[in-house]
């Protein structure tokens, strides 16, 4: 049986304040999490419409950092009771060995990180330090047998990089490099 994927956007909460976010660039005053029921609601919903389309469900969870919604593991929790299987999009700053370990023991498959540029432009676009942490957590979800992704958005900023981001991830061994195509927000729309 096929898979059906779902981007599950369950958090506004971050640590970083990328510059082409939608959340922050926007001026959102208010940062917003799905609350537990309606987390179980739409979980519902996925599941009974892959069951009449014959298809398995399987979530892109995201945020902000999904880690940081205050029921984070027991969303895991759940889904590995139920077998769905789901891949996490998020930061690296509460990755540390038991975290990936426990995220791999209730199934997660898969860990997307972002590398927008070598460090100067990386940490100008996302935060200070974030790309020596992004660096460390590749190194520490492929320890715990998940899969490492890394995404790209490209912008004008970053495309002369793009050949040495390429050598960076090939030589931490990344499993998987995406580009993401950069989205105009706020006063650069």
């Not at 950092?65 to 009771?81: A, N, Q, T, Y």
């Not at 997307?112 to 100067?120: K, T």
């Not at 981001?165 to 706020?186: E, K, M």
Request: hydrophobic content about 40%; overall charge negative; charged content about 25%.
């Amino acid at each position: 049986m096929e898979y059906f994927a779902f981007q599950w956007h369950i958090t506004d909460a971050c640590d970083q304040r990328c510059e082409h976010c939608y959340i922050f660039s926007e001026g959102h005053p208010k940062l917003v999490e799905m609350p537990w029921e309606r987390l179980m609601a739409v979980l519902d919903t996925c599941r009974k419409m892959c069951e009449r389309m014959n298809r398995l469900p399987y979530f892109y969870i995201t945020g902000g950092d999904p880690i940081l919604h205050s029921r984070f593991w027991d969303l895991l929790e759940v889904l590995h009771g139920q077998g769905i299987p789901f891949t996490l999009m998020g930061n690296p700053f509460h990755l540390t060995p038991e975290v990936c370990q426990r995220m791999k023991a209730l199934g997660c498959r898969k860990y997307q990180l972002s590398i927008d540029g070598l460090r100067e432009t990386h940490d100008m676009i996302r935060k200070p330090g974030s790309f020596d942490a992004t660096l460390n957590a590749i190194r520490l979800i492929r320890e715990a047998g998940i899969h490492c992704a890394v995404m790209t958005t490209v912008s004008g900023t970053n495309i002369y990089e793009i050949p040495e981001i390429v050598d960076l991830v090939v030589q931490h061994q990344v499993d998987i490099f995406a580009f993401g195509r950069y989205c105009p927000t706020s006063k650069e729309k």
